[in-house]
């Protein structure tokens, strides 16, 4: 299954600076990528741990 990319598919953290080091979610595949290049590869992520180590402050 294929969703088109939209703006509104990837998102990007509500904290990111212009020009700061960011990741964006794409919300429906599970993936991650750079915004700095969006066009640029992609990770796949189990969503919910991902989500999981950010609450407990892994990523700090």
Excluded at 13 to 22: D, M, N, V, Y
Aim: proline letters at 7%.
């Amino acid at each position: 299954m294929s969703f088109p990319d939209t703006p509104t598919t990837w998102r990007k953290s509500s904290r990111s600076q212009s020009g700061a080091t960011c990741v964006e979610l794409h919300r429906t595949m599970g993936e991650v990528r750079d915004s700095k290049n969006p066009n640029g590869p992609t990770i796949n992520a189990n969503m919910a741990a991902l989500v999981r180590l950010i609450h407990v402050g892994e990523f700090n």
